[in-house]
């Protein structure tokens, strides 16, 4: 009834007349899901996506369950492995913007529904959920914080307890997105986080969450930080995967 007097709109392109569905259907097949790829066990970048020109270099086996990516080849992480919903592209992208920065939180329901109900099957058991943190100062301004609100529905969802304070930033960095190089982008971010009660994370399997995984470098620091303070294994999940650099 409600829903013949004030009928749904898709959160994204604002057409009416949805019934079930969080996104309608035009905007649902924007969306380009990396489960649809061949990608690393590791790090999770689909083969071949960013760079279409790889996927000809490539020597596919899609039997083979452990296929790394070359940063994984040289170890590079120190997560046990990470895994991205959709590509962070067209409409997706679009909804994380406003969501993020215009304060658009009937985006909120939408994306947390693209991440639950596609949460991929090869994730190990986790006994918590700990959002990247933003500093306060941009909490501050943005009133509140993406991840946390993906890492809680998340953990509803998963029911399993999220740490929201598990991290704190504590110290501001320049937004990732304006550093082109892998290697500034690591400096920019390294101890810039820490666990403020190591006992809440010592011998816990933790799951990392963010909005946006690019290099990896922020997630792999705060990976870092959940490890030296006794976390037993720290998986990454993020709702998209933008192109690195
Ligand atoms: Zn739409
Ligand atoms: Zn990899």
Known sequence: MLDILFPKVCPSCRTAALRNENLCSLCLSDIRFVNDWSFCRKCGIPFGYFSPEDRENLEWDNESSDHLCGKCLEGKFCFEKARSIAIYEGKIRDMIISFKYEGKLSNEDVLLDILTTNLPDDLDHFDSVVPVPLHINKLRQREYNQSVILASGLAGYAGVSCDLFGLRRIRETRPQIEIRNEQERRRNVKGAFLVPQSHKI????????????????????????????GACKVQVLTLTRAKGM
């Open 202 to 229: 010592s011998g816990r399997s933790v799951l990392l969450v963010d909005d946006v995984f690019t290099t990896g470098s922020t997630c792999d620091e705060c990976s870092k930080m959940l490890l030296d303070s």
